[in-house]
T-cell receptor, first 118, second 112 residues
Framework: GAVVSQHPSRVICKSGTSVKIECRSLDFQATTMFWYRQFPKKSLMLMATSNEGSKATYEQGVEKDKFLINHASLTLSTLTVTSAHPEDSSFYIC??????????????FGPGTRLTVL | LAKTTQPISMDSYEGQEVNITCSHNNIATNDYITWYQQFPSQGPRFIIQGYKTKVTNEVASLFIPADRKSSTLSLPRVSLSDTAVYYCLVGDLNTGGFKTIFGAGTRLFVKA
């Protein structure tokens, strides 16, 4: 399967600071990347769909001004958690896909980034 | 809202075959069914994908009945390392793009 990297793998920050998480598709150009958040013992929750060269599409209830997504190239998408607070502490996971899911192309997930806000 | 329903948890013993069934009553014509495995503090890992009938790969089989309203992931002869959460997903067309929604998943616990 495709290789997807995330950086950093874990980050601890103080409340009020901003944190940037990078997601890279190493094997192919990803027109679409997804960002998920996962709390302990819970399922993945889709936050937004990141499209290269255009604005991200956010899921209902996800604040776009708080979670800034930039998909500047076909291999890199970044998620910036602005003014992070303890409730933003979570496991953030990105995924990439070559094309439409309906064409049978699966998503390839990154290893995740553990964010802890003190 | 998740479009799939799975058992919350399952227990098994090493060497047994495990079947996890997923219900997706509202599956659309163009939706594919995909199963993922997730270990703690890791991203999900693709297991198998199918559209109809049966699909088999080196790690699992996927059975999909003709009405496609459910699917069953079959793991032959599980080992302790198969203890994980298994997610069933169906593709979801949406305005402006597409997305997949994760359900609650099934926690499989394999015992010695």
């Amino acid at each position: 399967g495709a290789v997807v990297s995330q950086h950093p793998s874990r980050v601890i920050c103080k409340s009020g600071t901003s944190v940037k998480i990078e997601c890279r598709s190493l094997d192919f150009q990803a027109t679409t990347m997804f960002w998920y958040r996962q709390f302990p013992k819970k399922s993945l929750m889709l936050m937004a769909t990141s499209n290269e060269g255009s604005k991200a599409t956010y899921e209902q209830g996800v604040e776009k001004d708080k979670f800034l997504i930039n998909h500047a190239s076909l291999t890199l998408s970044t998620l910036t958690v602005t003014s992070a607070h303890p409730e933003d502490s979570s496991f953030y996971i990105c995924s990439v896909t070559r094309g439409l899911i309906v064409q049978g192309n699966e998503q390839f997930f990154g290893p995740g980034t553990r964010l802890t806000v003190l | 809202l998740a479009k799939t329903t799975q058992p919350i948890s399952m227990d098994s013993y090493e060497g047994q075959e495990v079947n996890i069934t997923c219900s997706h009553n509202n599956i659309a014509t163009n939706d594919y069914i995909t199963w993922y495995q997730q270990f703690p503090s890791q991203g999900p890992r693709f297991i198998i994908q199918g559209y109809k009938t049966k699909v088999t790969n080196e790690v699992a089989s996927l059975f999909i009945p003709a009405d496609r309203k459910s699917s069953t992931l079959s793991l032959p002869r599980v080992s302790l390392s198969d203890t994980a959460v298994y997610y069933c997903l169906v593709g979801d067309l949406n305005t402006g793009g597409f997305k997949t929604i994760f359900g609650a998943g099934t926690r499989l616990f394999v015992k010695a």
